[in-house]
């Protein structure tokens, strides 16, 4: 079992930045890969960003360049980094954690993100 804990969220003006954390505990060593979901009001829930165990990374098209995840592997501890942020990225971020075989999928609590003026 894994547990996934969030940190970090609130409000922010348009063009502002927020960082999130997520700190893992449990089976952390079998973990393939981390990374944070968002789900705004009345809409599926999205991937955002991933990092694999090496390092490599994904974001979704509409926060590359923007957003930044990145990991400290001693704290056991994904980040992401948002700058410029908009109105469009209000949601609730969720983290997220995968073992890939056996397949398992873990989620943290979430927290909420507002981007308002």
């Known amino acids: 079992q894994v547990q996934l804990v969030e940190s970090g969220g609130g409000l922010v003006q348009p063009g502002g930045s927020l960082r999130l954390s997520c700190a893992a505990s449990?089976?952390?060593?079998?973990?393939?890969?981390m990374g944070w979901y968002r789900q705004a009001p009345g809409k599926e829930r999205e991937l955002v960003a991933r990092?694999?165990?090496?390092?490599?990374?994904n974001y979704s098209d509409s926060v590359k360049g923007r957003f930044t995840i990145s990991r400290d592997n001693a704290k056991n501890t994904v980040y992401l980094q948002m700058n410029s942020l908009k109105p469009e990225d209000t949601a609730v971020y969720y983290c997220?954690?995968?073992?890939?075989?056996?397949?398992?999928?873990?989620w943290g609590q979430g927290t909420q993100v507002t981007v308002s003026s």
């Open positions: 990092i694999w165990t090496r390092g490599d990374t």
């Open positions: 449990g089976s952390i060593f079998s973990l393939n890969a």
């Open positions: 997220n954690a995968v073992v890939l075989t056996p397949y398992s999928s873990y």
